[in-house]
C-alpha cells in the first residue's frame, strides 16, 4: 500500500454523531432490475479511492504537468501525506492523504478558494 485514505470504520462512532464512521454516499438498494436510488454510510477501499483521485484532482488543477513520477517522488518523499501508525512509511503507507500538504507539494503554494 502507497497511501492509506478515509476509508470509513462502520464499527465506530468516534465523532459521537449518532452515526457510524462511514462514508456517506450514493447507494443503491435492491435486487435484479429493481433498484431504489438513496444514500448510506459505507466503509472500504472504494470510498477511499475516491478521496485520494479527488486530491490528485485538486493537484492536476493547480499544475496540469503533473506526472504520474512527479506524484510518486512527492508520496515517497512523503509531502502529501499525514504520518499514521509507526514513523515512515509502515504497513499504512507513507500516511493519511493530506489534501492541503498535497496541493501545496504540487507547486500552488495556498490552494485557491
Known amino acids: 500500500m502507497d497511501v492509506a485514505a478515509p476509508g470509513g470504520d462502520l464499527r465506530a462512532d468516534l465523532d459521537g454523531d449518532g452515526h457510524a464512521d462511514g462514508i456517506y454516499s450514493t447507494y443503491a438498494s435492491g435486487s435484479g432490475g429493481t433498484r431504489t436510488p ?6 472500504g477501499s472504494s470510498m477511499a479511492a475516491a478521496h485520494v483521485s479527488g486530491v490528485v484532482a485538486l493537484m ?7 506526472t504520474p513520477e512527479a506524484f ?3 508520496l515517497a518523499q512523503q509531502r502529501l501525506t499525514s504520518d499514521i501508525g509507526a514513523p515512515g512509511p509502515d504497513e499504512l503507507g507513507a500516511g493519511l492523504i493530506d489534501a492541503f500538504a498535497a496541493v501545496t507539494a504540487a507547486g500552488s503554494g495556498t490552494p485557491p478558494a
Open 38 to 43: 438513496g444514500h448510506a454510510f459505507l466503509e
Open 60 to 66: 492536476k488543477s493547480v499544475e496540469p504537468g503533473l
Open 72 to 74: 510518486d517522488t512527492l
